[in-house]
């Protein structure tokens, strides 16, 4: 996902949700390096915010295939109505 869509998915997220639905998403832990598509969770909190409420957030790590050290963010959040 491009950086100019991540509001219109965002919206679409809400958007398909019904009344009070729950999202579950995991992304790229800014632990992994500057990129594009790493977080840290202050930042998706800001991102998600207006449309979503945080009930809860995770940080973990996974061993890939390669043996690399890969982290991730999980959030748990509910649409607002």
Do not use: P
Request: zero cysteines; charged letters at 25%; aromatic letters at 18%.
């Amino acid at each position: 996902m491009e950086i100019a869509d991540r509001h219109r998915f965002i919206k679409g997220v809400h958007r398909v949700l019904k009344k009070a639905g729950d999202y579950m998403l995991t992304y790229f832990s800014y632990k992994n390096g500057l990129a594009w598509n790493h977080f840290t969770e202050k930042q998706i909190i800001s991102l998600f915010s207006s449309h979503f409420k945080i009930n809860e957030t995770r940080h973990f790590s996974s061993i890939e295939g390669n043996g690399v050290k890969r982290y991730f963010y999980t959030v748990w959040m509910q649409k607002k109505n």
